[in-house]
């Protein structure tokens, strides 16, 4: 269905862009060569972020290609985004913020994504789905034997999963 | 000459992000008004005159293509200028927004500089605020 590398690619410098102009954050891709990389040999984790303060956002998109993008942050960096976003200290910043902002940025970057993967197509997008402290949260995309694409970044030691699945619409 | 603008985002934190380049891009704001979704949004505009609408598409119960299309049917409400800012740039999108009397496009995420030549674009005035036909005036008289 897909060209993985130029999809990845894809996902990548939609991840940047968004973290870099609306979060002021430079993230670290730990697969430069955009091949994929399992966060658990570089960070300890088992492919899922799982500590206390984590969070998970999903978001579903239907067009000609139908698919879910997920995004797995840990708490430091969602601290970080909220502080750089609305311009507030630390002891100012609140569940909502970060909650806001997580949605946000799971938002933007599947719009982005799915706008450098086809310019011309309107895909609708759902409201994005929050979750504190979510565990492992296997992907829920549609046809995980289809095409699943997994980014992972790190910044200030904190760190951001991407995952996005994709199928053909009449899957 | 100062303006009312409504933010439509069901984001707060976009909101304040918006808000705030606004307040930073020297347009003289009288206010700034807020809503969530597309139906706040036409409660606000019941109340209060709005001069620019600033409006997310994708919200809940009312997002910003069903807004569009209904301040297209109110006599009132179609010639408010509206901004549309969203992530779903596309050029279906685009062209939809457009055909539904948008006046401005926005492509999340974006840099305030953008959101600042935008608005500049659409309500008509010049970099410090003031309106292009009172700065063509200013240039004109002859001291």
């Not at chain 1, 993985?4 to 894809?10: E, L, R, Y």
């Not at chain 2, 500049?120 to 004109?140: A, L, R």
Request: aromatic fraction near 8%; proline fraction near 3%.
């Amino acid at each position: 269905m897909v060209d993985t590398k130029k999809i990845k690619k894809m996902l990548m410098d939609s991840t940047f862009e968004v973290f870099e102009k609306m979060f002021y954050i430079s993230l670290e891709a730990l697969n430069a060569d955009h091949e994929g990389c399992d966060i658990a040999v570089t960070i300890g984790f088992d492919g899922y972020v799982k500590g206390e303060d984590d969070i998970a956002v999903t978001i579903n998109f239907d067009g000609s290609v139908r698919g879910e993008g997920q995004l797995s942050l840990s708490g430091g960096l969602t601290e970080m985004m909220a502080q750089n976003m609305l311009s507030l200290d630390a002891y100012e910043i609140t569940e909502k913020d970060i909650e806001d902002c997580s949605k946000e940025a799971a938002n933007m970057i599947c719009g982005n994504f799915l706008r450098k993967f086809n310019v011309d197509e309107a895909f609708n997008l759902s409201l994005p789905i929050f979750r504190r402290n979510p565990g492992a949260i296997p992907c829920q995309g549609p046809d995980l034997q289809d095409s699943m694409f997994r980014l992972n970044f790190v910044s200030n030691g904190e760190c951001l999963e991407v995952i996005m699945t994709m199928a053909d619409r009449n899957r | 000459m100062s303006f009312n603008i409504l933010v439509i985002d069901d984001s707060n934190s976009m909101r304040a992000v918006i808000k705030k380049v606004i307040s930073l891009s020297g347009f003289k704001v009288d206010c700034c008004f807020e809503a969530g979704n597309g139906r706040e949004a036409l409660e606000v505009l019941a109340n209060y005159w709005v001069d620019v609408i600033i409006s997310d598409i994708n919200m809940p119960e009312v997002n910003g293509l069903e807004l569009l299309n209904k301040l297209q049917q109110d006599i009132l409400y179609k010639e408010i200028p509206v901004v549309i800012v969203t992530t779903e740039g596309s050029n279906e999108r685009m062209e939809d927004v457009f055909n539904l009397g948008a006046k401005g496009f926005i492509k999340k995420p974006f840099l305030p500089e953008e959101l600042r030549r935008v608005l500049y674009q659409v309500i008509g005035v010049g970099d410090d605020g003031g309106y292009e036909e009172d700065k063509k005036n200013v240039d004109g008289l002859d001291f």
